[in-house]
């Protein structure tokens, strides 16, 4: 298995528009090998997810592989996800704030990993993907899952954490993070 270059944040593919795939692209020998090599590299770096942008390719994959790294000791175990096309059914767009529940985390990301910040999301999502195999899911995530799931369709759609953050006051270096935080 291959490790991948991370693309880092100024690079126009962070924020250009991805391609979707269709089943037989999913299931071809190059789509597989990068899914392989992604999750080699999201161990490698101590990530919980990595987005193909994030390794140069401007379509709509992303993984998801959340286990416990040094800045977050305590994660529960959650099954490795591949998710492709995705698309976020619930909230919609149009819900109001008031029927929405929300969380506010801190969050970081491989492409500028000096960094961290607080986010507001939605608690809960529900989600249809396609996965390595092509196969449609429909699934209702909660609590961080569903944090890693929305970073990493943000980066699908050309967005990373910090244009999402409402204080922008609690950005913090990664070293001033380990001292106050973890
Ligand atoms: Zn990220």
């Not at 800045?71 to 959650?78: A, D």
């Not at 919609?92 to 999301?121: H, P, Y």
Request: glycine share 6%; charged share 25%.
């Amino acid at each position: 298995m291959q490790y991948l270059l991370l693309t880092q944040l100024g690079d126009p593919v962070l924020r250009a528009k991805n391609k979707k795939l269709s089943v037989s692209e999913i299931r071809s020998n190059k789509i597989q090998k990068l899914i392989a090599d992604m999750f080699y590299t999201v161990r490698k770096v101590h990530g919980v997810g990595l987005a193909a942008p994030q390794v140069g390719k401007n379509i709509q994959l992303a993984i998801i592989d959340i286990q416990e790294t040094p800045t977050r000791p305590n994660l529960k175990p959650y099954p490795k996800k591949v998710i492709i096309n995705p698309r976020i059914i619930e909230p919609t767009g149009t819900s109001t704030s008031a029927q929405q529940k929300t969380a506010t985390d801190w969050e970081g990301c491989l492409s500028f990993n000096t960094i961290r910040g607080t986010v507001t999301r939605p608690n809960s999502i529900t989600v249809e993907y396609l996965d390595e195999h092509g196969t449609k899911h429909t699934e209702t995530v909660s609590g961080f899952p569903a944090r890693v799931f929305q970073h990493e369709i943000d980066h699908l759609r050309g967005f990373v954490f910090i244009d999402r953050m409402k204080d922008m006051r609690t950005l913090m270096t990664l070293e001033e993070f380990i001292n106050r935080i973890v």
